[in-house]
Structure formats: C-alpha cells, structure tokens
C-alpha cells in the first residue's frame, strides 16, 4: 500500500488530499477562494498567494485528520510544480517541501494538467493509448498518452483557454466569476435565436476561441444599440453550443484518427453539463474508445488528483529535488 499526500495550489483553491494507491481517496480538503476573488471579477495573483499562505496549514492539518493517518505513515508528499500562477504555486511548493525536510520523506512535483488527467483514475483504471481533453482556465489540449506517464499535446487552443472564453463571455453578460457553471445554467434555460461564427484553426486538432468571445462582445452592443433587450439564457445557450461543438467535433476527429483504448475530459470545464451530455452521445458509436469522464467536484482544481498522479510519478520514480522550484511554464513528462 502506497499513501501519497498531495498539495495543489496554482490558481485560487488551496488544496491537500490523501490517496491509496492512485484511485483511493481517504481525504481531500479544497479550500476556495472564489468568494473573495468574485470581488474583482477575476483571479487577483497577489491576493490569492496571501490567502494560500493563510491557509495552507489547517488545509494540510485536516487532510491528514480526515484520513487518519499521520505524516510518519506518508510515503511520499505530491505537489503541484505548475504551470499556474507564481505566487500561488509557490506556497504549495514551499509546504511540501517542509513536510518532506521534517518527515524525510520524498517529494514527487506534479504538472497541474497531468494531475487533471489522472483525476480519471477515480473512476476507472485508465487504459493505453489514451486521449485526454484538457479543459481548464488555462488550458485547452488535446494530449496523446501512447503509454502511462508519457504526454503529448497533439493540439490545443491558438488563442483563448475555452474555460477563459466561459469567464469572459460571462463578464460581457455581467454574470461575475467563474463564469463557467452560471453559464452552464443559464444555456440550458435559452434558446437557438443568435448565431455566433464558427471558430476556425489551421491544425486539424487545434482550437480558438477568442474570436467567440469578441463575437458575444459585438452581438451585445448591437442589440444595445438597436434597443433591443439582450435574452442572456439565448446567448449563453449560442455561445455554449458554437464552442462545445467545437471541442467535440475536433476530439472525435482525433479519436478516429488515433482510435485509443479510452477517451478522458480533463479540467475544470469538464464539469459542463452540456459538454458532459455531447461528448457522451458522439462517443456511443465509437466502440473501440471508452468515455471517462470525472465526478464533478474532481473536475476543478483539488488535490485528490495530485495525490493520484503522484502515485504514478511514485511508481516511475519520478523523484524531485530541494532545488526544484515553482515552474509557471513546466512541460508534461513526455518520451521522445
Ligand atoms: O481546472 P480549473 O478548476 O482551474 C484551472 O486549472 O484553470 O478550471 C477553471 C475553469 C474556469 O474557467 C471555470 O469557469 C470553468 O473551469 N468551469 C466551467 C464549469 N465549471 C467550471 N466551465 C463551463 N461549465 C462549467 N460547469
Ligand atoms: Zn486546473
């Protein structure tokens, strides 16, 4: 048996979880910082590194009580390395390592979206090759994994995260932050009544979406302009519809063309009820690639999910050092 503790604090959730052996979670405390954040209409770097600080202590303290175990018991502590925001990863980093320095145990530093891939592993033991869609605040990639612990981006977005296009759409709409799950909401309530362009992309698996996003920009203004009372379900339920169709029909092309043993959704987008629904209706006749999706609250930023790619990083000794530091532009493990 394999305890890994895991700390995740690149963006605005600070995050420790337990895991046995990859897919068991005895505990995953996930402290959010949304509530203060919704303040400013956006993440705030500074601000989300004080708060991590704040809080990083009675997050890795209840962890531990909730699995009931105790840091002797640990065999090694996992931490996000990046990418994500500086400051925060920092924090993160600092605590692991001081775990690690007063426990002597070892450190296993952790890509942020590979933990996001292996979040799958909660509900099935993943299958090679593997498709991942990656589809966060941050990030859109579609990541090819011939083999375990192995990663390469085949495609991913020119522009815009699709999950940064969600927030800023909902800006325009004056919905507040995240904009992601009001949007999600709101789209199911509306109806086909605006079109918005079809984003396009030289790459076959590559992705856009600034230009949707510019679009919900310019459709308000001229509905303000012409007097007309803008519907936000309506244009929620387009934008939605134009850029999840989008994801779905490049992930589908990509698992014809590669035909993996599984599909995965990767990120905090993942957690879209209308992707969710999409992906799961084209994916039936493709027998040949099974469909993971994660639970809900996997989707988002936790640190179950470090824990479970620690595991792997564990069992490929993939070891840190004391002078491994916070890296915002890390590269996923990948073997040439
Ligand atoms: O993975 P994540 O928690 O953090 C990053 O690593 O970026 O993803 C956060 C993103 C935000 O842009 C948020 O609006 C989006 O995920 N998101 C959603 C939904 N829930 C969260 N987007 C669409 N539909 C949702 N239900
Ligand atoms: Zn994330």
């Known amino acids: ?28 405390i996930v402290s959010s910082q949304i509530n203060v ?24 303290d209840e962890a531990l009580k909730q699995a009931d175990v105790s840091l002797d018991e640990i065999d090694a502590i996992a931490y996000t390395q990046g990418p994500g925001l500086i400051g925060s990863l920092h924090v993160g980093v600092q605590a692991a390592k001081t775990l690690a320095l007063i426990s002597g145990k070892p450190l296993l530093p952790v890509h942020h979206l590979t933990g996001h891939i292996y979040a799958n592993a909660f509900v099935d033991e993943l299958e090679f090759p593997l498709l991942a869609l990656v589809i966060s605040g941050g990030h859109t990639e579609l990541v090819w994994m011939k083999n375990d612990w192995d990663f390469e981006v085949i495609g991913e977005t020119c522009d815009d995260a699709i999950g940064e296009a969600y927030d800023k759409a909902a800006r325009v709409l004056g ?14 309530q509306g109806k086909p009544h605006y079109q918005l362009p079809v984003p396009k992309t030289a790459g076959a698996y590559d992705f856009s979406f600034s230009g949707l996003k510019t679009a919900v920009l310019q459709l308000v203004q001229r509905e303000e302009r012409s007097g007309r009372e803008i519907i936000p379900e309506d244009v929620a339920y387009a934008f939605q519809e134009t850029a999840l169709k989008s994801l779905v029909d490049k992930t589908c092309a990509a698992v014809d063309a590669y035909q993996p043993a599984m599909l995965v959704l990767a990120g905090g987008v993942a957690a879209n009820s209308r992707l969710r629904e999409m992906m799961t209706e084209r994916m039936q006749d493709k027998k040949q690639t099974k469909l993971i999706i994660p639970p809900l609250k996997y989707c988002t930023d936790n640190a179950a999910m470090i824990g479970a790619t620690g595991y ?22 990948h073997a040439e």
């Not at 048996?1 to 995953?28: F, K, N, Q, Y």
């Not at 490929?316 to 530091?325: L, V």
Request: one cysteine or more; glycine letters at 12%.
């Open 37 to 60: 954040h919704t303040l400013y209409g956006g993440v705030v770097p500074e601000v989300a590194s004080r708060i991590h600080v704040e809080n990083i202590s009675a997050v890795i």
């Open 312 to 333: 792997i990083a564990w069992k490929h000794k993939a070891f840190g050092s004391w002078t491994d530091s916070a890296d915002p532009g890390l590269e996923m493990p």
């Open 1 to 28: 048996m394999t305890l890994i503790l895991g700390i995740e604090s690149s963006c605005d959730e600070t995050a420790c979880a337990v895991v046995r052996d990859g897919r068991e979670i005895l505990s995953s």
């Open 175 to 188: 919905l507040g932050y995240p904009g992601g799950p009001v949007m999600d909401r709101m789209g199911r």
